[in-house]
Nanobody
Framework: QVQLVESGGGLVQAGGSLRLSCAAS????????MGWYHQAPGKQRELVAT???????NYADSVKGRFTISRDNAKNTVYLQMNSLKPEDTAVYYC??????????????WGQGTQVTVSA
C-alpha cells in the first residue's frame, strides 16, 4: 500500500506565494514521475506540473514562469512552489505518483487534495 500526504495549501492574496509538499510512503520501489494537478469547482482535473525521476519537468502553459516543481528522490517527496498567484489558480491541488511497487507492477496513486484559495 502507498500513501501520498499533501500539505501547504491555504488562503493567500493575489500576487502571493504558497509552497505545496507531497510525501509518498509505503511499498515503493521507484517513483518514475511525480506531479501536481488541480481541480476547480465544476471543472475537470487538470495537469499543473510533472517531474521525472531524472528531473525533467513539464508545466501547464498557465503556470509557466510562476510555478516551480521539484522533488527529493531520497525522501519520495515532491514540491510545488507557487509564486505570483492569481484568483484563477484557486482549486483543490492533488499530488500524483506514477510508481513501481516493491511487489512489482506500475501504479498511479493520488493524494487527498489540498485547497488553494487566492483572493483578489
Amino acid at each position: 500500500q502507498v500513501q501520498l500526504v499533501e500539505s501547504g495549501g491555504g488562503l493567500v492574496q493575489a500576487g502571493g506565494s504558497l509552497r505545496l509538499s507531497c510525501a509518498a510512503s509505503g511499498s515503493i520501489n521507484r517513483i518514475n514521475v511525480m506531479g501536481w494537478y488541480h481541480q476547480a469547482p465544476g471543472k475537470q482535473r487538470e495537469l499543473v506540473a510533472t517531474i521525472t525521476i531524472s528531473g525533467t519537468t513539464n508545466y501547464a502553459d498557465s503556470v509557466k514562469g510562476r510555478f516551480t516543481i521539484s522533488r527529493d528522490n531520497a525522501k519520495n517527496t515532491v514540491y510545488l512552489q507557487m509564486n505570483s498567484l492569481k484568483p484563477e489558480d484557486t482549486a483543490v491541488y492533488y499530488c500524483n505518483a506514477h510508481l513501481i511497487s516493491l511487489y512489482g507492477g506500475t501504479y498511479d496513486y493520488w493524494g487527498q487534495g489540498t485547497q488553494v484559495t487566492v483572493s483578489a
